[in-house]
């Protein structure tokens, strides 16, 4: 016993090491690529590329600054792992991310009022986030429901939600949600109250509690896909779902719950960003999450370790693009550039092994099964 | 025989795929108009050869003479040119285009811009006259019976002149009594001075048909003979390179209770057609009933029903005293089933999952495999450990993934996860197809086995011989209904042959 | 397509028609409002019914492509880009900068397509994964040149946006466009004229033609169209290329002819709406384009309620809201996609790489 253990134990550390080396390498690529192109347009990838160091881990402030730019990353990120392990591509992580914000910021300002009172930290908190991850749950389950009973495609269906999510959250925030405020011309919740806000870790710096926590979620997925036996049916539904249903697993719940798992995620990320950073919530904040979430599940091959990695790196480009952007003029968009090419070698692994020479070794993934209808 | 009576010649061809050798220093010729079989086992590198000669596959090394010209065969476009057509295993048609559509795919004409399916048509008319295959250009292919689809794969070469003709298990699909309808048109093209290749495993068939036979076994060829020198035992010897028992050792069955009761079962296939039409029989502990039918009269979603796999339309069917119509897999196979199924890689295993979380595919929520909705993880291991021994299972550990197991071992870790079970009835479906002769052995006395330990056993499968082997009683089935039953050993080939036709005794009669 | 289908997609129509009839009512003749509503929906549903037929050539020849989306935004991008270059750079007059302007959309959708067939085809990378990895390249390669180019000084066009060329100019098909009050109808800008042209151009040739027959072959059945001489890597390479172009210049319709200006994430999903066009027209061009008229009438229906504004009614006051009325297009989206108004069948080989 003890023994086969043992040889798993190193099994899964060659197997480690082995999985990173592809992300590694893809990463490496798009950088040298990336400043081809910063070079093309007439920067200095160098100088650019120190800038970019400098501001994601230079200072206290900074390590703090990519803390906060990681936690929604790895909250979605998460999100879209989950769903790939169960077969499931949700490009939906957008628009679950906004409604479980915009129910966050709902409960965090709105609640005191209906209640004609005060409410404790200690409730307010829990039930602000708590019902955010429910709405993330719910407005994925959609799109998961409708994969299960009618076999419409979860690819179109999540991007159809999110243009929902994004009218409907711009219906709310320039009508009943508005900040009353006379002084306020933008699309924004009002605040939210003391009472529903998390406090930062350190008294000057704007990391906080939920970069912590989603670092222990991220470890709670971890478990949940490998030891528990809703992991083992998720990870049989999205490796071959016939040999699901002959092993007796009813597919039809695990796509929703798999969804809804992945909606909640989403909804935490939200409702996290919220309560913890922003205190309102805002018009077009939720943009581009959806898919940063997607590179960043699939750079960390879907296992959550390797996510919260993946996530911090795509948190410190975002963080350092600023100081980069001060200190050399290239616009930090260029991060996104980078990021869709370490996407491109990312799913592409067979172009980066081409380039580097590596043999194949693992399964692929595999989500196009056709459409529905 | 001349050399220019030599239509075509493959020598020493070689050709490796990552882990196995395909064809080693393989020779083989044709004569022009006679009827050359190639026989061999699954996986003895007949189809290899055969997609080498069509262009599909390149050689290692090895040369390809054609009318006694060295050729290189790129491409399936260069064999065309060179006269060779080929019908392959499965059907390379198209379901949703027509006849003519599928016969001028490649080779289209095209008046104007615009294909010409006249001239198309008339042509086609033509050639089904003067082969005496009989084919409707207009029809949808996906709608014609499998018999009258092969013989559009048949027109299909000749429509681009084809001389040589090779048909890769061209009977696998049929009745004898269709198998005997093909050999006459085989017989009729060699007479016309086409040259045909035919590929098999099936021993009578090649003393039938052939005029020269050549045995491959393992990658290799084995030797070259004629039906007059050889019989069906000397033939099999060659295949497997051992005398093989062709029968299963078994004593009489011991019937006791009815384990499974079905009655006037109707299940509909992916389209939405009756494909089982009222299916009634009993399955009793301690028997072995086989259901023998030619491929797609109903026994695949027959066996997809009884298992939860597919919705019922009507009747019901009672396992162990339970009525468990209709209930998804899960409550099935608590009561008491055990599923071997047909499709072992699609439906029977995760193949990126490892040995032992597949010996556990159907039981991982059960104790001691879990605990409160926890994987114990030591449990599983020691689990598949055991089983690894008890059957055989030849795998390096139980954490290598299923798929880099061969055929045999992972039919092997199904039949260990199903037979470790708590069952009382076992559906197997196809039990050893594609399998090499040990594990066969090896499954067959497992399913006996069984039966002796007093568990109830539906076998269907496609071979014949198999079904005559290990049934007890054998029920035939024939457009989605079973037109007979009978004792084994009360029945010849022959008149199961005529059954699975749907030629019933009462019919021949009238 | 079957005429039920057809019945359900006249029905929807009309239904959205009739909304902006019974309000417009009392301000304008049916007839107008018709005319107009019709010509807004021809116009409107340009972009999904090329986007549709990009998805019909890829998916007919076994590729799914997702990545519509982001080709459609490239090619809006780069096709405005040149067009800009032509006038202010090279100072060509209008005409000439705006037609180099669709070559050059046309050009990136096959760009764009190109990368597409080498990921999906050449190293089998999962289908969707390739489409959405197109997606996001062309939001950032876009959102980045806009920046760099327009925003920050030092670059060709010193840190500001040109002044444009304009959009194309309408075309009046002769006699039709004389008609009174539905003349309007047939007076569209050229893209408009072209994605009609090319639903008649694509039925032709993947019903009637050689190449057709080919390009079906291999997205039924690979392996049959191989062993009968047919080179399905090369089928599949051009025809992927050829449905890129088309989404090149649904492209070109936003910043070409709807209006002169880029944005980042202008193309707001139309690509991923055309692609459900594409599905409940079963794969079928003239299916694809009816099926993207019911999106071009939602699209209409929002413009005109706009237009009509203040005589809604207080009972419907959602209508007034464009955020609410603008979820149309999308729900219908996704009730197409759930099957049951009418299922589909795509072609068998759909999104599977081809392993020789």
Known sequence: MQRGSDRRLTKGLKRLLYSLYVPLLAVLTSIILGGLIIKAVGGDPIAAYRGLLEGAFGTPRALSETAVWATPYIFAGLAVAVAFKGGLFNIGAEGQLAFGAVTAALIGYALPVWLHTDIPAFIHIPLAVGLGVLAGALWAAIPGALKAYTGGHEVINTIMMNYIALNITSFLLNGPMKNPDPLNLSARTPDIAASARIPPIFPDLRVHWGFVLALLVAGLMWWLLWKTTLGFEIRTVGANPDAAKYAGINVKRIIVLTMAISGALAGLAGAIEVTALNYRHELGFSIGYGFDAIAIALLGKSNPFGVVLAAILFGAMRNGATRMQFLTQIPVDIISVIQALILLFVAADAIIRFIYRIRAREERVVLTRGWGG | ?510 | ?356
């Not at chain 2, 009815?258 to 006037?264: G, I, S």
């Not at chain 3, 207080?314 to 099957?339: D, E, R």
Request: charged share 20%; glycine share 10%; proline share 5%.
């Open chain 3, 1 to 356: 397509m079957d005429w039920r289908r057809f019945g359900i997609i006249l029905f929807i129509i009309s239904i959205m028609f009739g909304i902006v009839v019974l309000i417009g009512i009392t301000q304008n003749s049916p007839f107008v409002i018709i005319t107009s509503m019709l010509a807004t929906t021809i116009a409107v549903a340009t972009p999904l019914t090329l986007g549709a037929l990009s998805g019909i050539f890829c998916e007919r020849a076994g590729v799914v492509n997702i990545g519509i989306e982001g080709m459609m935004l490239g090619a809006a991008f780069f096709g405005w880009l040149a067009s800009l270059y032509m006038n202010s750079i090279f100072h060509f007059s209008t005409m000439p900068s705006l037609i180099v302007g669709v070559i050059a959309a046309m050009l990136s959708g096959g760009l764009f397509a190109l990368l597409h067939a080498v990921l999906s085809i050449t190293f089998k990378v999962d289908q969707i994964i390739g489409g959405t990895v197109i997606n996001i390249l062309a939001i950032g390669v876009t959102g980045f040149l806009n920046r760099q180019l327009f925003f920050e000084s030092g670059s060709v066009f010193g840190g500001q946006v040109p002044h444009s060329p304009g959009v194309l100019p309408s075309i009046r098909i002769p006699l039709l466009a004389d008609i009174p009050t539905f003349g309007r109808i047939f007076e569209q800008q050229p893209i408009t004229v072209a994605a009609l042209i090319l639903v008649v151009i694509t039925h032709f040739i993947l019903f009637k033609t050689r190449w057709g027959l080919r390009t079906r072959a291999v997205g039924e059945h690979p392996r049959a169209a191989e062993t009968v001489g047919i080179n399905v890597v090369r089928t599949r390479y051009i025809n992927v290329i050829i449905g890129g172009m088309i989404a090149g210049l649904g492209g070109a319709y936003f910043t070409l002819q709807s209006v002169s200006s880029f944005e980042p994430l202008m193309t707001n999903g139309r690509g991923f709406i055309a692609l459900a066009a594409m599905i409940f027209g079963n794969w079928t061009p003239f299916g694809a384009w009816a099926a993207a008229l019911v999106f071009g009438a939602a699209q209409a229906l929002q413009i005109n309620l706009q237009f009509f504004r203040e005589l809604i009614p207080a009972q419907w006051a959602f209508l007034q809201n464009s955020y609410l009325v603008g979820l149309a297009p999308y729900i219908l989206t996704m009730l197409i996609l759930t099957g049951l108004i009418g299922k589909t069948t795509p072609p068998a080989a759909d999104g599977q790489p081809y392993e020789k």
């Open chain 2, 1 to 510: 025989m001349t050399n220019n009576n030599m239509i075509l010649e493959a020598k020493d061809i070689t050709k490796k795929f990552p882990g196995v050798l395909a064809n080693d220093h393989v020779n083989f010729d044709l004569h022009k108009g006679e009827i050359h079989a190639l026989l061999g086992e699954n996986g003895a590198g007949k189809t290899t050869l055969m997609n080498i000669l069509y262009g599909l596959y390149r050689p290692d090394s090895g040369e390809v003479r054609v009318k006694g010209e060295a050729t290189v065969i790129h491409s399936p476009k260069d064999s065309i040119a060179l006269g060779i057509g080929m019908v392959h295993q499965h059907f390379m048609l198209i379901p949703v285009f027509t006849v003519a559509e599928n016969i001028m795919l490649g080779d289209e004409t095209v008046r104007h811009g615009m294909l010409d399916r006249k001239t198309v048509a008339a042509k086609i008319k033509d050639l089904s006259q003067r082969y005496g295959l009989d084919v409707d250009p207009q029809a949808l292919v996906g709608q014609l019976p499998v018999g009258v689809q092969q013989r559009v794969e048949i027109v299909k070469t000749l429509y681009r002149d084809a001389e040589i003709l090779i048909l890769d298990e061209p009977t696998a699909v049929l009745t004898p009594q269709e198998s005997d309808d093909l050999f006459r048109i085989m017989r009729e093209l060699t007479r016309r001075g086409v040259s045909i290749i035919f590929i098999t495993h099936k021993l009578k068939e090649v003393l039938a048909v052939a005029d020269r036979i050549t045995v491959m076994r393992a990658g290799q060829v084995v030797g070259t003979t004629q039906p007059a020198d050889t019989d069906e035992d000397k033939l099999a010897a060659m295949m497997v390179g051992r005398e093989v028992i062709l029968t299963v050792k078994k004593g009489s069955a011991e019937p006791k209770d009815v384990v499974l009761q079905v009655e006037n079962l109707q299940v509909q296939d992916d389209r939405g057609l009756d494909i089982v039409r009222g299916v009634s029989f009993e399955v009793r502990a301690g028997e072995i009933l086989g259901i023998a039918g030619v491929q797609g009269n109903g026994q695949t979603q027959l066996a997809e029903a009884l298992t939860g796999l597919r919705p019922v339309k009507s009747g019901k069917f009672i396992l162990a005293d339970k009525d468990v119509t209709g209930k998804p897999p899960r409550p099935i196979t608590q009561t008491g089933l055990g599923h071997i199924p047909e499709d072992r890689q699609r439906h029977g295993l995760v193949l990126p999952y490892t040995v032992a979380d597949n010996m556990v595919l159907c039981s991982y929520y059960l104790s001691p495999f879990a605990r409160n909705g926890i994987i114990q993880q030591s449990a599983v291991d020691s689990n598949a450990r055991q089983l690894i021994q008890e059957y055989d299972v030849r795998t390096p550990s139980p954490y290598v993934p299923t798929f880099k197991l061969s055929g045999g071992n992972q039919q092997k870790v199904i039949v260990a996860r199903e037979l470790s079970r708590p069952i009382k009835l076992l559906v197997a479906s196809q039990p050893t197809r594609g399998l090499d002769v040990g594990s066969i052995e090896y499954i067959h006395k497992e399913i006996v086995a069984m039966r002796d330990r007093g568990l109830g056993v539906l076998l269907i499968s496609a071979e014949l011989d198999e079904i005559m082997a290990l049934s007890d009683r054998i029920a035939v089935m024939y457009r989605g209904q079973i037109v007979a039953t009978v004792e084994v050993g009360k029945v010849t080939r022959e008149q199961l042959g005529l059954l699975m036709a749907g030629i019933t005794p009462e019919k021949i009669a009238a």
